[in-house]
Nanobody, 114 residues
Framework: QVQLVESGGGLVQAGESLRLSCAASENIFIRSAMGWYRQPPGKQRELIATLPRGSPAVYADSVKGRFEVFKIPDENMMALQMNSLKSDDTAVYYC????????WGQGTQVTVSS
């Protein structure tokens, strides 16, 4: 099973930016769409950004125009660039295949203060 490790979270002010990273134990990116998910406090986990194989990324309306997902060249990694952060973006962020498979990583906490 692919192991996934998320990093890069932290505490930021509204309007600031963060870049999250997702490291995979193997090159899952050549055979599967990958995505970023998040789980706000007290809510369900939701898919916010999908990186398909060979197609443009797809975003949830809540992050469209502010977030960008991309594969890091020559690494088994992808990133999520988050700009213009809002308090509603506060959540634990995870990466996984789309649809999700295997174990989830520990996630990385993003807290946006207003």
């Amino acid at each position: 099973q692919v192991q996934l490790v998320e990093s890069g979270g932290g505490l930021v002010q509204a309007g600031e930016s963060l870049r999250l990273s997702c490291a995979a134990s193997e090159n899952i990116f050549i055979r599967s769409a990958m995505g970023w998910y998040r789980q706000p406090p007290g809510k369900q986990r939701e898919l916010i950004a999908t990186l398909p194989r060979g197609s443009p990324a797809v975003y949830a309306d809540s992050v469209k125009g502010r977030f960008e997902v991309f594969k890091i060249p020559d690494e088994n990694m992808m990133a999520l660039q988050m700009n213009s952060l809002k308090s509603d973006d506060t959540a634990v962020y995870y990466c996984n295949q789309v649809p999700p498979r295997g174990p989830w990583g520990q996630g990385t906490q993003v807290t946006v203060s207003s």
